[in-house]
């Protein structure tokens, strides 16, 4: 019954290592996204996907690689892991684009990435 | 670039009392706002939005919001706070005339509110 699933929903690992993260959605969006927040909960859009087009590719190093293979998926990859990295990343979806008034982000329950 | 300021990253208000969560945005244009609720270990979910219809917004558990254009804000409020209303709020803002494709979804920092019994 989960909308926005994650999975990992924990993940450690060492630096230098490639890691994904999965999220799948059961709503029938259109528009995944994937955010990232930081130890001071910061929330920061990293990519969002329509209809497995990327639409928003902020300025994220080219080590984070997102991948659609269907619009109820959009999964997280991340080659050369670095401390920097450690965060929550966050899935969400939406019925179309934001700027469509009503529609609103719905978001899975993070995904916590350790770096040591 | 579109924001919003959330004014204090903590607040702390006695269970039965008002609760005031303060946003303010910065926009040429009418955006969209949001306010989110994030509990702990969990993902966001939305409280309450403003689509440029009536400027007082009613959400979920009680909460609402007004848009106010000459003051730049869209503070939160719920005149009792519950102690389950301990959480993490974020304001968040769509910037007005956004074309499809190019919208982006921009929170504010966060503000942190606990309840005391």
């Known amino acids: 019954d989960t909308a926005v699933s994650q999975t990992p929903k924990y993940l450690v690992t060492q630096m230098g290592n490639d890691k994904s993260i999965k999220c799948e959605q059961n709503?029938?969006?259109?528009?995944m996204y994937w955010y990232k927040q930081d130890s001071k909960k910061f929330l920061k859009i990293m990519f969002s996907y329509n209809n497995k087009e990327l639409i928003i590719n902020e300025t994220v190093p080219n080590r984070f690689s997102p991948k659609s293979p269907d619009k109820a998926h959009l999964n997280l990859h991340i080659n050369s892991l670095e401390l920097g990295d450690s965060a929550v990343y966050f899935c969400a979806s939406s019925l179309a684009g934001v700027f469509s008034g009503a529609n609103v982000l719905t978001f899975g329950a993070g995904s916590r990435l350790t770096v040591l | 670039a579109q924001s919003v300021t959330q004014l204090g990253s903590h607040v702390s208000v006695s269970e039965g009392a008002l609760v005031l969560l303060r946003c303010n945005y910065s926009s040429s244009v009418p955006p969209y706002l949001f306010w989110y609720v994030q509990y702990p270990n969990q993902g966001l979910q939305l409280l309450l939005k403003y689509t440029s219809a009536a400027t007082l917004v009613k959400g979920i558990n009680g909460f609402e919001a007004e848009f106010k254009k000459s003051e730049t804000s869209f503070h939160l409020t719920k005149p009792s706070a519950h102690m389950s209303d301990a959480a993490e709020y974020f304001c968040?803002?769509?910037?007005?005339?956004?074309?499809?494709?190019?919208?982006?979804?921009?929170f504010g920092t966060g503000t942190r509110l606990t309840i005391i019994p």
């Open positions: 968040a803002v769509v910037p007005g005339g956004s074309n499809f494709g190019n919208e982006k979804l921009t």
């Open positions: 709503l029938g969006h259109d528009t």
